[in-house]
């Protein structure tokens, strides 16, 4: 049976959200560093009754980092390989201590919520760090923010998915001020001209309102379906109009130089074209290593080899291609197809599932032009999809 009995919070409880918020805007601000990461792993581990159960999260995380480990066997260089596959090790036994604490808490919304805080906080201290004048002056010639306390990339994919969150809030739950942010994120998004932020902000935005209107959708009623039709032109020529400002003229430059390059018609962009090639490089070399790949985190050997370059190849699946092969590329990504093919199940039950599977599609998207397998983020927001799943299977046990 289904409880609607509320669940208790301890002040136990809420200073250990108040650490998992500390922990997010620590990490976006100082980075991915050990001793943040131990630091705050230790202080759950503390205050929590924390007692280790193996569920799917930790199973499907540990799988892919044990492949990542054995790719050291044929890697092309293997210093490479260990020092990716530590890192991901590392990340995953503290998110490993989060998720005990967590998986606890029946109300995902309570660390979406969190999400949410600590996002805004990076955006005022981007404000703060970048001055406002700044940040204006740069939108309106046309410039980018250069890189600084963090990868630009990252602030505006967070501020990305910090109003995809608030939008979920005030369609779902309750419209409430906080609204008022989208402007000053909007100005971050087009200040970091970051075409993967605005993909991610549309997509989001979309998905939502359409899953909203699918689940309201009653016998042959073809209101939901024209409500999402005046929906996409609103929207369609609400880009339009932003495209022609001085705030988001550099992304729409930036947007059209990325359209060109995948459809071979317009100017391509330095930065589009460059992606390009580092993924035709992915391929060839996938070609040759197909099945097990060159090692995780060997791309920028093949690289550098062929271009100079040592970099990576800005494609989370031209480079799991490359560096793990088809092995690699399922090991991954089977993580996301189970998430997705579970969380459908729940979509029309539960508002907190359309959040859940419009994130993950976002993801998927989003990883044609950035490599995630790596981050820390990565495996935090896997956390939260995991977690989330734990909770649907006990709020509706009669789904299978």
Same mark, same amino acid.
């Given at each position: 049976m289904r409880s609607n009995t509320p669940q208790k919070y301890t002040s136990t409880d809420k200073f250990l959200w108040f650490v998992t918020f500390a922990f997010l805007v620590s990490v976006n601000i100082f980075g991915e560093k050990p001793v943040v990461l131990a630091g705050f792993s230790i202080l759950i581990l503390l205050f929590s009754n924390f007692k280790l159960t193996i569920n799917k999260y930790h199973l499907f995380t540990l799988q892919f980092c044990l492949f990542c480990y054995a790719t050291l066997f044929w890697a092309m260089n293997g210093y490479y390989t260990i020092r990716i596959s530590k890192t991901i090790f590392f990340s995953l036994m503290c998110l490993f201590i989060f998720y005990e604490y967590w998986k606890n808490i029946r109300d995902i919304n309570i660390l979406l919520k969190i999400i949410m805080w600590a996002g805004f906080v990076i955006v005022a201290y981007t404000y703060f760090y970048y001055g406002v004048e700044d940040i204006i002056s740069t939108e309106e010639d046309g410039a980018r923010m250069k890189n600084a306390f963090n990868n630009v990339n990252t602030i505006a994919m967070l501020t990305a998915i910090v109003l995809m969150i608030n939008y979920y809030f005030f369609i779902f739950v309750k419209k409430d001020w906080t609204i008022v942010i989208w402007l000053p994120c909007l100005f971050i998004i087009g200040a970091t001209q970051s075409r993967k932020a605005f993909v991610m902000l549309v997509l989001g935005i979309f998905f939502l309102y359409y899953f909203k209107q699918r689940r309201n959708v009653k016998g042959d009623s073809f209101m939901p379906a024209m409500k999402i039709a005046a929906f996409s032109i609103i929207g369609i020529f609400t880009l339009i109009i932003l495209s022609q400002t001085s705030m988001f003229s550099g992304l729409a430059d930036r947007m059209n130089g990325m359209i060109a390059s995948i459809t071979g018609e317009g100017h391509e962009d330095a930065s589009s074209y !460059?992606?390009?090639?580092?993924?035709?490089?992915?391929?060839?070399?996938?070609?040759?290593?197909?099945? $097990?790949?060159?090692? +995780?985190?060997?791309?920028? /050997?093949?690289?550098?080899?062929?271009?100079?370059?040592?970099?990576?190849?800005?494609?989370?699946?031209?480079?799991?291609?490359?560096?793990?092969?088809?092995?690699?590329? +399922?090991?991954? %990504?089977?993580?996301? /197809?189970? $998430? !997705?093919?579970?969380?459908?199940?729940?979509?029309?039950?539960?508002?907190?599932?359309? $959040?859940?599977?419009?994130?993950? !599609? +976002?993801? $998927?998207?989003?990883?044609?032009?950035?490599?995630?397998?790596?981050? @820390?983020?990565?495996?935090?927001? /896997?956390?939260?999809?995991?977690?989330? @799943?734990?909770?649907?299977?006990?709020? %509706?046990?009669?789904?299978?």
């Amino acid at each position: 049976m289904r409880s609607n009995t509320p669940q208790k919070y301890t002040s136990t409880d809420k200073f250990l959200w108040f650490v998992t918020f500390a922990f997010l805007v620590s990490v976006n601000i100082f980075g991915e560093k050990p001793v943040v990461l131990a630091g705050f792993s230790i202080l759950i581990l503390l205050f929590s009754n924390f007692k280790l159960t193996i569920n799917k999260y930790h199973l499907f995380t540990l799988q892919f980092c044990l492949f990542c480990y054995a790719t050291l066997f044929w890697a092309m260089n293997g210093y490479y390989t260990i020092r990716i596959s530590k890192t991901i090790f590392f990340s995953l036994m503290c998110l490993f201590i989060f998720y005990e604490y967590w998986k606890n808490i029946r109300d995902i919304n309570i660390l979406l919520k969190i999400i949410m805080w600590a996002g805004f906080v990076i955006v005022a201290y981007t404000y703060f760090y970048y001055g406002v004048e700044d940040i204006i002056s740069t939108e309106e010639d046309g410039a980018r923010m250069k890189n600084a306390f963090n990868n630009v990339n990252t602030i505006a994919m967070l501020t990305a998915i910090v109003l995809m969150i608030n939008y979920y809030f005030f369609i779902f739950v309750k419209k409430d001020w906080t609204i008022v942010i989208w402007l000053p994120c909007l100005f971050i998004i087009g200040a970091t001209q970051s075409r993967k932020a605005f993909v991610m902000l549309v997509l989001g935005i979309f998905f939502l309102y359409y899953f909203k209107q699918r689940r309201n959708v009653k016998g042959d009623s073809f209101m939901p379906a024209m409500k999402i039709a005046a929906f996409s032109i609103i929207g369609i020529f609400t880009l339009i109009i932003l495209s022609q400002t001085s705030m988001f003229s550099g992304l729409a430059d930036r947007m059209n130089g990325m359209i060109a390059s995948i459809t071979g018609e317009g100017h391509e962009d330095a930065s589009s074209y !460059l992606r390009r090639i580092y993924r035709e490089a992915a391929w060839r070399q996938f070609q040759k290593t197909p099945f $097990l790949g060159c090692g +995780i985190n060997n791309s920028m /050997l093949f690289l550098h080899e062929e271009y100079g370059k040592t970099t990576y190849t800005h494609c989370n699946y031209a480079e799991l291609a490359a560096c793990g092969g088809i092995v690699g590329l +399922i090991s991954y %990504y089977s993580m996301y /197809l189970y $998430l !997705l093919f579970k969380e459908f199940k729940y979509i029309r039950l539960d508002s907190s599932a359309v $959040l859940v599977v419009t994130w993950i !599609l +976002i993801r $998927l998207v989003t990883d044609w032009g950035t490599v995630s397998y790596y981050s @820390l983020t990565t495996y935090f927001y /896997l956390m939260v999809f995991f977690m989330h @799943l734990d909770n649907m299977k006990r709020k %509706y046990p009669q789904i299978r």
